[in-house]
């Protein structure tokens, strides 16, 4: 599986992105996506899934303020970011679940 994410940037606390993952190979390996994060110095953080049947799950850092969404071609997934913080700065990824070798991130810098 090859994974790309996009879509990052510079940001002022409170703003929003939307992050776009495109990944291709196996249609199975494609079923259950998820975006993660690595700050500098820090360890890569989980953040949102999708199941196949539509179900997400976040993890508590940013519950309520990123939303995760498919898009209509198969391996194609999306990542809402409002109400960013300093603390969101970071690089992101996305992958697949059983995870797949790591692609290219999108830096996003949150910062005014």
């Known amino acids: 599986v090859q994974l790309q994410a996009s879509g990052g940037g510079l940001v002022q606390p409170g703003g929003s992105l939307r992050l776009s993952c495109a990944a291709s190979?196996?249609?199975?390996?494609?079923?259950?996506m998820a975006w993660y994060r690595q700050a500098p110095g820090k360890q890569r953080e989980f953040l949102a899934i999708?199941?196949?049947?539509?179900?997400?799950s976040y993890a508590d850092s940013v519950k309520g303020r990123f939303t995760i969404s498919r898009g209509s071609v198969k391996g194609t997934v999306f990542l809402q970011m409002d109400d960013l913080k300093p603390s969101d700065t970071a690089v992101y990824y996305c992958?697949?679940?059983?995870?797949?070798?790591w692609g290219q991130g999108t830096q996003v810098t949150v910062s005014s």
């Open positions: 992958n697949t679940v059983p995870m797949s070798e």
């Open positions: 190979g196996s249609v199975v390996s494609l079923n259950i």
């Open positions: 999708m199941a196949p049947d539509g179900v997400a």
